[in-house]
């Protein structure tokens, strides 16, 4: 559990360390919009969908988590659409519009999240499971860091931080699927799914406020 939280620490802070290092003011600052964009998309549209899962009773966790799957990947799809109309007046603000493509970058990133299996962050919470999601995230970052730094030293811009998101995105993914016990399942068609839309209204609501 330490080293799963200290990673949360740790890792940003590295990320930061090598952008300063090896990237320009100007390139360093796009970098930092673009992160603080993905991080504020995240934000508004996150929904706790682990807790959802974790909060229903044993006894249909298959169901609870097939549909809540399901609303991961409604969710993921829905704020990479939202991301991409979105590319073009955040870029103008953030940086120039003509550089609107590295913005709609990060709805792909979004969207590959959204395919993550679920089930070692509910027996985290619930079982007290901590290595699995506490490998997920040691090697999904640190595949993400080496192609960070290998963007930034070659090519000294931002395109380092988005080499970062679309590596750090599948591996995490697919370490998920690779750890996790039970079977990758999807049901569109289950009462979970409104269930989970109705737990995580709230928490949507929320973090626009925040946001």
């Known amino acids: 559990l330490f080293i799963d939280s200290a990673s949360n620490i740790v890792i940003p802070f590295m990320r930061t360390f090598v952008l300063t290092h090896l990237l320009g003011p100007y390139e360093f600052g796009f970098a930092a919009a673009l992160a603080a964009t993905y991080a504020t998309f995240e ?3 996150d929904i706790a969908i682990t807790n959802f899962v974790f909060s229903s009773p044993r006894s ?14 409604v969710r993921g799809f829905c704020v990479g659409c939202f991301v991409l109309l979105a590319s073009m ?10 550089d609107w493509p590295s913005f709609a970058w990060l709805a792909l990133a979004t969207f590959i999240q959204s395919f993550a299996h679920l089930e070692i962050r509910v027996n985290a919470s619930r079982d007290y499971r901590y290595w699995p999601p506490a490998v997920a995230s040691i090697a999904s970052h640190g595949s993400g860091l080496l192609a960070l730094v290998l ?3 070659e090519f000294g811009n931002h395109y380092a931080y988005i080499a ?17 016990s039970n ?10 799914v409104k269930k989970a839309l109705v737990f995580g209204l709230p928490l949507l609501l929320n973090g626009v406020g925040l946001a």
């Open 60 to 73: 249909v966790y298959a169901e609870a988590v097939a549909g809540a799957h399901a609303v991961s990947m």
């Open 183 to 192: 079977r990758y399942s999807v049901n569109y068609r289950t009462p979970f």
């Open 43 to 45: 934000l508004i549209t």
């Open 151 to 153: 963007i930034a030293y």
């Open 164 to 180: 970062y998101l679309l590596v750090q995105a599948p591996v995490y993914v697919l370490m998920r699927h690779l750890l996790a």
């Open 89 to 98: 007046p955040v870029a103008c603000t953030l940086a120039a519009c003509v």
